[in-house]
């Protein structure tokens, strides 16, 4: 953050040829100069660059006001607070006004008068863009006094007449004024809440109790919705979805590679994660959202992996903490026991009672099988199932070390067990432990081994 300017009074501001700006322009400005510049506009999203995106930078070129349409987990959120970045860092207020008011530009009876009276001498403040940015969660018992005012029966006891704006405690969407207002979940919104968004939105004048006050907020309504709230359930106003210019719809990612760049970015890991184990996790969450056992409707949210790669990781540091190993890194067996926590994340189709642990247990198999075949192919492990000769078994587990699962280990020849750590670029026992298990786990799953698990360990052989 750059330090806040120093210029205090109006007149001092008038003096630096500072020009106003409407929010509008100084996002399109903005957004221009980083295009123009090669800059991203938007770090932290992934997958979303020839699809989303190009959207939303020519809806704010054009100065609409936009609502994102997705499912659960696909990062409206994010991407609607990604907007702060494009605002000026720091921009003037009016010193005490309510509304944020910009001294060249007042737009209330009371802080022109102020003017009038104070001159050059009107103090001013300085406003970060963090503080330009206001969310509200759409609930229904959301109210008009929240989201645009009430009449503030205080100031009505002091002496003032009702109808002076001096009564008005103002709500969400004025008091960001010169800011971007995002409204997560609008068709939660009751009727009369889009009712009373519209002059909001369209001429920019605000009602309450009756009376109409003029008064031309300079802000920017974005919003998110799931698609089948906001189109096919009737759960919002025409007029209202007439008022936002841009509707864009989002998506999850549809790469592996970004998927993966989504966990490893927001996933708070207290443990060594491989990156092949984010992988398998990445590839099980986009087949669940591929599988027609589950709710597509309701999405499966990047949520999902991210907590089950922290699940993961807790697993590893738990069997870390309790056996005394040196290094706390995450194996096969962490993944499949964090799924018994993560299946309640969840929602299966009706015709599926019963099923869903074997749902999930298939579409795990399914995503490790395809990521050790990807990591694997071309490397010839016969020695080791040849090795495992039926008088030989190799225990591994949630409370087996890496130490104990590598020193189980048939001997085999050719430095097969080299080669497949280098594979997955192993180098700790806990890394070369964690890439063995999956080379024994695709042995089983290609059927050229068995497999017996029972109370937290498993037997290959």
């Known amino acids: 953050m750059s330090e806040r300017p120093q210029i205090s009074t109006a007149g001092a501001l008038r003096a630096s040829g500072l020009t106003v700006k ?45 609502v994102l349409l997705g ?11 990604t907007l702060v970045g494009l605002l000026d860092e720091w921009t003037p207020a009016v010193e005490g006004s309510e509304l944020r008011e910009h001294p060249f530009n007042p737009i209330t009876d009371a802080t022109r008068a102020r003017i009038e009276a104070e001159g050059d001498d009107l103090p001013i403040v300085w406003v970060h863009r963090d503080e330009r940015y206001a969310e509200k969660l759409a609930t229904p018992d959301t109210s008009v006094a929240d989201l645009i005012g009430d009449v503030d029966p205080m100031r009505v006891a002091e002496g003032r007449r009702l109808g002076d704006p001096e009564t008005i405690h103002f709500g969400l969407i004025p008091r960001s004024n010169r800011g971007i207002v995002a409204i997560n979940e609008l068709p939660d919104l009751a009727e009369r809440i889009q009712v009373a968004m519209l002059n909001v939105m369209e001429e920019r004048d605000i009602q309450i109790r009756g009376y109409v006050l003029r008064l031309p907020l300079d802000v920017l309504v974005v919003a998110s919705a799931n698609p089948e709230d906001y189109t096919n359930r009737g759960r919002i106003i025409t007029p209202l979805k007439d008022r936002f210019g841009a509707e864009i719809r989002t998506h999850y990612p549809i790469e592996l590679a970004d998927e993966v760049a989504v966990i490893e970015q927001e996933a708070e890991l207290v443990a060594t994660v491989p990156p092949v184990i984010l992988e398998i996790l990445g590839r099980f969450t986009r087949a669940l959202r591929e599988s027609p056992s589950v709710n597509q409707r309701s999405g499966v949210s990047a949520r999902f992996s991210i907590a089950g790669a922290e ?13 005394g190993e040196p290094d706390a890194v995450a194996r096969l067996v962490d993944l499949e026991a964090a799924v018994d926590v993560l299946g309640g994340k969840i929602e299966f189709e009706s015709g599926e009672e019963g099923r869903e642990w074997d749902v999930l247990a298939h579409l795990l198999r399914t995503a490790t099988a395809d990521a050790v075949r990807a990591h694997l192919r071309g490397l010839d492990l016969g020695p080791l199932v040849a090795a495992l000769d039926g008088s030989r078994t190799v225990v591994t587990g949630e409370q087996v070390t890496a130490r104990e699962l590598l020193d189980a280990l048939p001997e085999v020849p050719g430095g097969l ?21 999956l080379a024994l786990e695709g042995l089983y799953l290609a059927r050229r081994i068995s497999k017996e698990s029972d109370d937290g360990e498993t037997i290959y052989g």
């Open 22 to 66: 409407t929010l509008r322009e100084e996002l399109r400005a903005n957004l221009l100069a980083r295009l123009a510049s090669g800059e991203n506009p938007w770090p932290g999203l992934h997958g979303l660059s020839r699809t989303v995106l190009p959207q939303l930078e020519r809806a704010l070129i054009a100065g609409h006001d936009v």
């Open 71 to 81: 499912e659960r987990g696909q990062g409206k959120t994010r991407l609607l607070r």
């Open 311 to 323: 699940t993961v990781a807790a697993a590893a540091r738990h069997r870390a903490t309790v056996r």
């Open 417 to 437: 067990y080299d080669a497949v750590a280098e594979r997955f670029d192993a180098g700790n026992d806990g890394e070369r432990a964690s890439a063995i298990e």
